[in-house]
C-alpha cells in the first residue's frame, strides 16, 4: 500500500480481555517498529523488527505484551489480560532501513490503534 | 540515555506569524527527526537531519550538532499548521535509539 496501515482504529475492550493489533507497513520496508502514546505522554517504544532478525522486545511493559512479524510483511501486537493502564494509541511505523545503520531511514506512521479498556 | 528537551511546550500564534520550535539534547547524535501530529490523527514525518539545514515548503529544519541544538521554523503560518511538533533524536544506542521529546503543541489562530 502507498503507506503504513493500521487496524483496528479504535479498540473497546473489557478489562481482561486478549486484543489483537495489527500493522500493514510500507512494502519493501524492512524494519518495522511499535510505539505507545498514553493520554498527554510522549511516545513509548516497544518492540523493534528488522528483516527476519530476532526482534528487539526490550520496550514490552510486561509479559503480557507479544508481537510477532512473519518476513517483512504484516505485523500483530497482541495484549493478554488487558488492563486499564494499557489504555493508549499504540502507534505502528516503518522504515526501509534499520536505525543507526549508515542510512538512517526516514520513519513512516502508521495512524494508530486507539486502545480503551475499561 | 539521552534526554530531549522541546520549547516552548505550547504556543498560540496568530496566522502568518513565523514560528521557531527548538529542541536540544544531551547526548551527541547520528540522526534528529521532526514529527508532526495533528489532534485525532497519526504522525508524519517531517524532516530527517543529520547536519545543516533542510527546507520544505514553509517548514525549515536546521541542526547544530556542536551545540546540540536543532529549530523547526514555520513561516507564513497557516490555522492547518495547528499540531503537536516532536522531536526525536537517534543516538545510535538502544533497540531503536530514538528518543522523543514530549512535544510542542502549536495552536495558528485565524
Known amino acids: 500500500g502507498a503507506g503504513v496501515s493500521q487496524s483496528p482504529s479504535n479498540k473497546v475492550t473489557e478489562k481482561g480481555k486478549d486484543v489483537e493489533l495489527r500493522c500493514d507497513p510500507i512494502?519493501?520496508?524492512?524494519?518495522l517498529y511499535w510505539y505507545r502514546q498514553r493520554l498527554g505522554q510522549g511516545l513509548e517504544f516497544l518492540i523493534y523488527?528488522?528483516?527476519?532478525?530476532?526482534?528487539?522486545k526490550s520496550g514490552l511493559p510486561s509479559d503480557r505484551f507479544s508481537a510477532e512479524r512473519t518476513g517483512e510483511s504484516v505485523s500483530t501486537l497482541t495484549i493478554q489480560r488487558t488492563q486499564q493502564e494499557d489504555s493508549a494509541v499504540y502507534l505502528c511505523?516503518?522504515?526501509?532501513?534499520?536505525?543507526?545503520?549508515?542510512?538512517?531511514?526516514?520513519?513512516?506512521f502508521g495512524e494508530g490503534s486507539r486502545l480503551t479498556v475499561l | 540515555k539521552n534526554e530531549v528537551e522541546q520549547s516552548p511546550q505550547n504556543l498560540t500564534a496568530q496566522e502568518g506569524e513565523f514560528i521557531t520550535i527548538n529542541c536540544s539534547y544531551s547526548?551527541?547524535?547520528?540522526?534528529l527527526h521532526w514529527l508532526q501530529q495533528h489532534p485525532g490523527g497519526g504522525i508524519v514525518s517531517l524532516f530527517m537531519?543529520?547536519?545543516g539545514k533542510k527546507k520544505h515548503g514553509r517548514l525549515i529544519a536546521t541542526i547544530n550538532i556542536q551545540e546540540k541544538h536543532s529549530s523547526l521554523h514555520i513561516t507564513a503560518s497557516h490555522p492547518r499548521d495547528s499540531a503537536v511538533y516532536i522531536c526525536?533524536?537517534?543516538?545510535?544506542?538502544?533497540?531503536?535509539?530514538?528518543?522523543f521529546g514530549k512535544g510542542t503543541h502549536l495552536i495558528i489562530q485565524p
Open positions: 511505523a516503518s522504515s526501509r532501513h534499520r536505525q543507526g545503520a549508515a542510512n538512517t531511514g526516514e520513519l513512516f
Open positions: 512494502s519493501g520496508h524492512t524494519a
Open positions: 523488527f528488522q528483516g527476519n532478525s530476532a526482534p528487539d
Open positions: 547526548v551527541g547524535i547520528s540522526a
Open positions: 537531519l543529520s547536519s
Open positions: 526525536a533524536v537517534h543516538s545510535g544506542g538502544g533497540a531503536d535509539g530514538l528518543t
